[in-house]
């Protein structure tokens, strides 16, 4: 099983930039696709990047353009990269393998206006 582990979360104002780490222990990262998904009070859980094995990205059209997602085999980690943050992006973000169905634990990521 994959175990994830997310950093980088806090408080924004508007306008700013912050980036997400999910450190994930197991062999297998390299091969996996990963993702970021994000949750808001009362809201359900949504697709925020997804990352494949090879590296082809997509997004959700509330992001594009402004969040990058991207890997790093060699240190087992996935990143988003997040600017020009909204007030609109506050949710706990976390971070997904969803091919052995492994969560992280969760990050607050709150954007001030």
């Known amino acids: 099983q994959v175990q994830l582990v997310e950093s980088g979360g806090g408080l924004v104002q508007a306008g700013g930039s912050l980036r997400l780490s999910c450190a994930a222990s197991?062999?297998?990262?390299?091969?996996?696709?990963m993702g970021w998904y994000r949750q808001a009070p009362g809201k359900q859980r949504d697709l925020v990047a997804r990352i494949g094995s090879g590296g082809s990205t997509n997004y959700a059209d509330s992001v594009r353009g402004r969040f990058t997602i991207s890997r790093d085999n060699a240190k087992n980690t996935v990143y988003l990269e997040m600017n020009s943050l909204k007030p609109e992006d506050t949710a706990v973000y976390y971070c997904h393998a969803p091919f052995v169905g492994s969560w992280g634990q969760g990050i607050q990521v709150t954007v001030s206006s």
């Open positions: 197991g062999s297998i990262f390299s091969r996996t696709a």
